[in-house]
């Protein structure tokens, strides 16, 4: 059952017998119908997650409701982005999950397994050396602060500020470039030294802030 | 020249070669092949502007965006609003420019002490000539009609910009009540007389 806008803030899950909902623990902002909450316990099962759970901030308590009803989600007035996924993996933050049909699968994937220059990606970034990724049929709930904008990458590439990067979905090769020239060194730079390329057939999704959370 | 589109709180601008001046850092996406570089002293706006802008503290770091693609600019989820300029001057807090099409001047403009007890600065700056500018503003920007027979007074710390013939003025509300902490909390507003358009936001620095 896809998540269903409720404001731009704001998401309604249905949740019945077969479809459980997880979502960040402490997320829940009202329920009707018979709906209980139990907590889970990481993301992602064997030695990634693990991984995940044990390492920097990629490990993000959730929680699962069951039973019968809707539930009401929202986060720290942030804006929620309903992305569904029909058999498509979505890559984002563990932090920007809000909410997701219990039928995705979620696995922590460790950035340097893409080797040392990925790794250097997400010390610079500040996104860490995980990222989660979700994929199956079904509805994600995302965190973005202002707002994600859809960009549809199709060959060309795509350039976009770490610090907005809100995930992305489809075949795409995110890669971090670093343009510092003699500008930067003096303190006259533009700013935008640190960009990540984005390649591929895919869609990115930015968001309107520079703001991390 | 280029086009800038307002979509809620990011701005998007199609370049086709031609160059705009953004706020540093404020940079969210791009396609194509686009180059941001430093616009320089003084926003661009030459040596004069830049040692005015050091000693009115009113500083303006732009950046020059250049090439071929799409720009989007956003920064801290604030509102985008794009004003039209026709040959005229638009005045403006320095920080809530996002981008600013090129041929436009930027200049400060010395306000005395008015704005030193707004918390403004001494200074305000000064958007001159044709063109769009793109202004930020913490939820989505009012615009205020000025026309001759009232003034429009408002709180120094909604103030966004104006345009057009106005007269700033400061209006103090402070009287003995004030010293006795029984004051209304609007010490100090901003009057414009004239005729013209005041953009304030819904919420207070």
Redesign the interface.
């Known amino acids: 059952m896809p998540f269903e806008q409720v404001n731009s803030k704001v998401v309604r899950a249905h949740v019945s017998q077969a479809t459980p909902v997880l979502s960040r623990r402490g997320a829940m902002l009202g329920y009707d119908g018979r709906v209980v909450f139990r907590p889970v316990h990481g993301q992602g099962q064997g030695v990634g997650g693990m991984m995940g759970r044990a390492f920097a901030g990629e490990s993000n308590p959730m929680m699962a409701a069951e039973g019968q009803g809707s539930v009401l989600y929202g986060y720290r007035g942030l804006?929620v982005v309903v992305i569904d996924l029909k058999g498509e993996t979505l890559t984002c933050e563990a932090d920007r999950l809000l909410a997701h049909d219990a039928s995705l699968t979620t696995s922590v994937e460790m950035i340097a397994q893409g080797g040392i220059r990925q790794a250097v990606r997400g010390a610079v970034t500040g996104q860490g050396l995980f990222t989660t990724k979700v994929n199956g049929m079904g509805s994600v709930a995302v965190l973005a602060?202002?707002?994600a904008?859809a960009?549809p990458v199709n060959g060309?590439?795509?350039?976009?500020?770490p610090q907005?990067y809100v995930g992305h979905t489809g075949n795409l090769n995110v890669d971090l470039q670093a343009?510092v020239g003699w500008?930067d060194a003096v303190g006259?730079?533009?700013?935008?030294a640190m960009q990540l390329i984005v390649t591929g057939q895919g869609t990115?999704y930015?968001?309107?802030?520079?703001?991390k959370f | 020249m280029p086009t800038l589109h307002a979509d809620k709180k990011v701005l998007h601008v199609d370049l086709m070669g031609e160059s705009i001046r953004a706020a540093q850092g404020s940079m969210v996406a791009y396609t194509g092949n686009i180059e941001f570089k430093n616009a320089g002293m003084g926003g661009g706006g030459g040596l004069r502007a830049a040692l005015k802008q050091r000693i009115a503290g009113e500083s303006i770091s732009l950046m020059e965006c250049t090439g071929q693609g799409r720009v989007s600019l956003a920064q801290n989820a604030d509102d985008v609003t794009v004003v039209d300029l026709g040959n005229e001057v638009l005045t403006v807090e320095s920080e809530l420019i996002l981008a600013v099409t090129a041929g436009l001047q930027l200049d400060v403009k010395f306000t005395g002490l008015q704005g030193v007890s707004t918390g403004q600065g001494l200074a305000t700056t000064t958007v001159t000539g044709t063109g769009q500018v793109a202004l930020l503003s913490h939820g989505p920007i009012i615009p205020l009609e000025v026309s001759g027979q009232y003034p429009v007074v408002v709180d120094p710390d909604a103030y966004v910009a104006s345009r057009g013939q106005l007269n700033m003025s400061m209006v103090s509300g402070v009287s003995w009540r004030s010293f006795v902490g029984e004051g209304s909390g609007e010490p100090f507003s901003l009057r414009f007389d004239g005729q013209g358009v005041v953009y304030i936001q819904p919420a207070e620095r």
């Open positions: 804006h602060h202002g707002g904008f960009i060309q590439p795509v350039g976009v500020d907005a343009k500008r006259r730079g533009s700013g935008e990115v930015v968001q309107a802030s520079e703001e």
